[in-house]
Structure formats: structure tokens, C-alpha cells
């Protein structure tokens, strides 16, 4: 069965302080996809990025920044210049193709992420 | 832009009752699902549906919940009756296509609390 771990259940951080936020995962597939999401206080999940397992290039989105490391079955996520609206809880989930012929999101437990002013 | 629409946003509800949620995905997504969120976890598929059909609802405690997309746009979630452990974030959410590699946008979710 597949699994993803988010060991650090909550971190905090000063305004302006970078962070990064800790995936392991664990799957015999050879070809997989990787996601990040955001859920604020709000509730709603909210797509970040997807990632398959053919491309180790590290990817940048304005103060986001993904490291992707098939070696050791992480997906790490940085935000630079951390922010109070970033404030939230977030998972890592990897894609799974289920006998049945669908397919499920299977989701680390999240880390809650507070930047204080 | 588009969104998943969820209704009610929150429900609360004495155990052995009946609850019902309903879910309207994004226009043109042919692909919904249906996870629940315990407090503290992250979501755990319940249901997916292609369309009308249900393409997976091994996750499903079928002696209580049920599920149904009639005409393949909105569905509707079922619990009846009504357990204490039932309470938590019941999340609906839609892609474009079937498959793996898709992105899963997802709805504000019900957050249901049976006393």
C-alpha cells in the first residue's frame, strides 16, 4: 500500500522567515504523481502542484519552491519569505491507481504552518 | 473562476438520524469524488464516480452511506443512520479526466457533527 509521511505536525515561524515542509513517500509503482495542496481555516483544498515521477527538476513558482528527490522518496516544499496569509495546513498526496480502474489521492496527515508578525 | 460547489457548509445532527450532502463540480468535469476528512488527518476517498457510474466505493461502509451522481453532473452523499464516529469533513472534488495524474480540485466541504 502506498504511504506518505509528514512527520513535523506543526511549525511556526516569524514573518519574512523561509520554511520547508517535509514529504517521504512509499509506493512499488515506477511511474507516479506527487501533489502539494493548501487547506486554509476555510476548509477548501487548494491545488498547488503536481509532479510525476520522470521529472526531478525542481520547480519554482514565485516564493514556492518544490525539491523533488526520487533517491529518497521526498517532495519537499519551500516558502520563501514566508508570509501570514500562508497560514495553513498542508498536505503532500501521491496518486494511486486502484484495482477497480479509478484512482485516489492518498494524503499525508499535514502540517499546520502558523507565521506569526 | 470555476468552483465545486458543497451544500450545507455545516450540518449537525443527533446520531441515528439522516444527513444528506449534496456537491456540484466544476462544469465539464466528468469525474467526481468524495473523501472524508477525520480532525487532524489528512482526506480518505469514500466514493469515485465517471459520469454516472461508480468507478470505485471499496471505501464505502455501505450498511449506512450511499452515494449517487443520477444524471453524471451533481451527486448526492448519504448517511443514514447517523454514528458518532461519522463526525467530521466530508470533501467533494472534480477533475477534467479520469486517471492518476490528474488534479483533483476540490469543494469548501461539510463539516458534519452528529451529537
Known amino acids: 500500500a502506498q504511504k506518505v509521511t509528514q512527520a513535523q505536525t506543526e511549525i511556526s515561524v516569524v514573518e519574512k522567515e523561509d520554511v520547508t515542509l517535509d514529504c517521504v513517500y512509499e509506493t512499488r509503482d515506477t511511474t507516479y504523481y506527487l501533489f502539494w495542496y493548501k487547506q486554509p481555516p476555510s476548509g477548501e483544498l487548494v491545488f498547488l502542484i503536481r509532479?510525476?515521477?520522470?521529472?526531478?527538476q525542481n520547480e519554482i513558482s514565485g516564493r514556492y519552491s518544490w525539491n523533488f528527490q526520487k533517491s529518497t522518496s521526498s517532495f519537499n516544499f519551500t516558502i520563501t519569505a514566508s508570509q501570514v496569509v500562508d497560514s495553513a495546513v498542508y498536505f503532500c498526496?501521491?496518486?494511486?491507481?486502484?484495482?477497480?480502474?479509478?484512482?485516489?489521492?492518498?494524503f499525508g496527515t499535514g502540517t499546520q504552518l502558523k507565521v506569526e508578525l | 473562476e470555476a468552483e465545486v460547489a458543497q451544500s450545507p457548509r455545516y450540518k449537525i445532527t443527533e446520531k441515528s438520524q439522516a444527513v444528506a450532502f449534496w456537491c456540484d463540480p466544476i462544469?465539464?468535469?466528468?469525474?467526481l469524488y468524495w473523501y472524508r476528512q477525520i480532525l487532524g488527518q489528512g482526506p480518505e476517498l469514500l466514493v469515485q464516480?465517471?459520469?454516472?457510474?461508480?468507478?470505485?466505493d471499496s471505501q464505502l461502509p455501505k450498511d449506512r452511506f450511499s452515494a449517487e451522481r443520477l444524471k453524471g453532473v451533481d451527486s448526492t452523499l448519504k448517511i443514514q443512520p447517523a454514528e458518532l464516529g461519522d463526525s467530521a469533513m466530508y470533501l467533494c472534488a472534480s477533475s477534467l479526466l479520469a486517471g492518476y495524474r490528474n488534479e483533483q480540485f476540490f469543494g469548501p466541504g461539510t463539516r458534519l457533527t452528529v451529537l
Open positions: 509532479r510525476n515521477s520522470f521529472d526531478e
Open positions: 464516480f465517471q459520469d454516472e457510474s461508480v468507478v470505485d
Open positions: 462544469s465539464g468535469h466528468a469525474t
Open positions: 498526496a501521491l496518486s494511486e491507481v486502484l484495482t477497480g480502474g479509478g484512482n485516489k489521492l492518498t
